[in-house]
C-alpha cells in the first residue's frame, strides 16, 4: 500500500486540465490503487488525479463500499438542481454548500478502458460531480457566490500553514486522528446522515 500526498488549494496542479487517457499500462493501475488507498486514509469518498499531483483524466470514488474507477469521464446529461454540503481533500476542514445538478448522467471507461455510463443524484450524483470537476482544474469553492468564496479563502488562510509545501502528508498520526473522527461521525450518523464530498 502507499498512500500519495495530497495536494492542497493553492497548489497550480489542482487548476490544470487533465489529459485524457489513451490506454491503460500497470503504471496507471498502481496509481489507481494508490489513489484508493490515499482516498480511505483521508476518509474521503472521492479523490481525482490532480489531487495527487497526476494529470492523468482519473478520478475514483466510494460511497458504500462500491469502489468505482473513472477514466476519461464526461457529463452527458444534468437534470434539475439540488444543493449539498461540500467539502474537499485537497481544502481540509472547509464546509460549504453547493448547488449543483440534481441529476447526471456519466459516461467513462473503467479500469479496463470498458465504457460504463453512471446515473447519479444525491449523494452520488454530487459526488460526480465534483470530481468530474476537479479533472478539468475547477474546485467545490467555484460554484459558492462571490461573498462566500471570500469568506472560505479568509478561512483557508487560517488553515493553510498547517501544509508545508502545499502538500497533505497523511502520516500515522494523521490517519490516526481522521479516523477516530470518522467513528465519531458514524456514531452520528443515525441522526444526521453524513452529506461530506471530498
Ligand atoms: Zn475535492
Known sequence: MSLLDIHVLGSPILRRDTLPVQQMTTELRELVTDMFDTMYAAKGIGLAAPQVGRSERIAVLDLDKQPL??????????????????????????????????????????????????????????CLQHEIDHLHGKL??????????RQAMRDWDEEKDQYPDLLRRLT????????????ELDSEADEHQRTDVR
Open 172 to 183: 500515522p498520526e494523521e490517519i490516526a486522528r481522521l479516523a477516530a473522527e470518522d467513528e
Open 140 to 149: 467545490f469553492l467555484d460554484h459558492l457566490s462571490i461573498l462566500k468564496r
Open 69 to 126: 474507477v473513472l477514466v476519461n469521464p464526461v457529463i452527458t446529461l444534468r437534470q434539475g438542481r439540488s444543493r449539498r454540503e461540500e467539502g474537499c481533500l485537497s481544502i481540509p476542514d472547509i464546509h460549504y454548500e453547493v448547488e449543483r445538478a440534481g441529476k447526471v448522467v456519466v459516461q467513462a471507461l473503467d479500469v479496463d478502458m470498458q465504457p460504463i455510463t453512471l446515473e447519479g443524484t444525491d449523494l452520488f450524483g454530487t
